[in-house]
């Protein structure tokens, strides 16, 4: 099965410094993994270094609420 990785901590960070062409990046290839019938796992590293999912996405609807969040103050 299919399965994409989507580090939150690195999707912030690219908020902030409004780096929309590396996020929309992160997108297609979270588009491709779910369009493939694949998972896109949300992680979080935490400050000892494990990596922590957190919720999980197998739908484009899901994925493009999740976009849309994303770039809502973009």
């Not at 299919?2 to 999707?11: A, C, F, M, R, S």
Request: hydrophobic letters at 40%.
């Amino acid at each position: 099965m299919l399965e994409y990785i989507i580090d939150v901590t690195k999707v912030e960070e690219l908020q902030t410094i409004r780096d929309t062409d590396a996020l929309e990046n992160i997108f297609e290839r979270a588009k491709s993994t779910v369009v493939q019938g694949g998972i896109v796992n949300l992680t979080r590293k935490s400050t000892d270094g494990s990596v922590n999912k957190f919720d999980a996405i197998s739908t484009e609807a899901d994925l493009d609420t999740y976009k849309a969040s994303v770039f809502k103050y973009l």
